[in-house]
């Protein structure tokens, strides 16, 4: 079985400061590796996946993540937030090959002026 | 541009009476999935299908909650009789087997009073 652990559901960022969300994983097989992310009132979307290969992955909207299989992580980052960064990211892991996700508790992310 | 659309955004209604929410999968997808998110618990995944047969409904109370593919166009979340405890916003989502990612409809918030 596979499990996702997301830190700290409210996470406080200043507007140009670092955004770093946790992610850490149980799988009993090579996970793939998600993040998505919710806007108010709208629906999931992804940001981006670890498949296979390069373990740096960058996604949309200026936000990347490092697989680290040692730490068991996934962890997202962005350099400088935005305003428009406001919203809830997911975590999600599933088994290689199946299309069947298990997702963390989400990060609720305020970014402050 | 394809995406997963789900009927009614917004449900009112009362303690006691039938609720249907409906999903149009993304066209050639041949895997569904239904998830209830709340405040409390967060995402839960409710039931999965695949080639338009359920092969997972273990996150579903079975006495009032079911979950259907008439065909492979539309997926049927119904509950009956509804209870205030229902209250979420129910997302579908619909992928490929043989791609990873799942895509996700912009939700049904239900409330029951």
């Known amino acids: 079985a596979q499990s996702v652990t997301q830190l700290g559901s409210h996470v406080s960022v200043s507007e140009g400061a670092l955004v770093l969300l946790r992610c850490n994983y149980s799988s009993s097989v090579p996970p793939y590796l998600f993040w998505y992310v919710q806007y108010p009132n709208q629906g999931l979307q992804l940001l981006l996946k670890?498949?296979?290969?390069?373990?740096l992955v960058k996604g949309i909207n200026g936000f990347e993540a490092e697989f680290k299989k040692s730490e068991t992580s996934f962890h997202l980052t962005k350099p400088s937030a935005h305003m428009s960064d406001a919203a809830e990211y997911f975590c999600?892991?599933?088994?290689?090959?199946?299309?069947?996700?298990?997702f963390g508790k989400g990060n609720q992310v305020v970014v402050i002026p | 541009d394809a995406r997963v659309t789900q009927t009614p955004r917004h449900k009112v209604t009362e303690m006691g009476q039938e609720v249907t929410m409906r999903c149009q999968p993304i066209l050639g997808h041949n895997t569904v999935f239904w998830y209830r998110q709340t405040m409390m618990q967060g995402l839960e995944l409710l039931a999965y299908?695949?080639?338009?047969?359920?092969?997972?409904d273990s996150g579903m109370p079975k006495d009032r909650f079911s979950a259907e593919m008439p065909d492979a166009t539309l997926a049927t979340l119904k509950i009956q009789p509804s209870e205030p405890r229902d209250s979420a916003v129910y997302f579908c989502a619909s992928g490929l087997t043989s791609v990873d990612e799942q895509f996700f409809g912009p939700g049904t918030r239900l409330t029951v009073l």
């Open positions: 999600a892991v599933s088994p290689y090959g199946n299309n069947r996700l298990a």
């Open positions: 670890y498949t296979t290969g390069a373990t």
């Open positions: 299908f695949r080639n338009r047969a359920p092969l997972d």
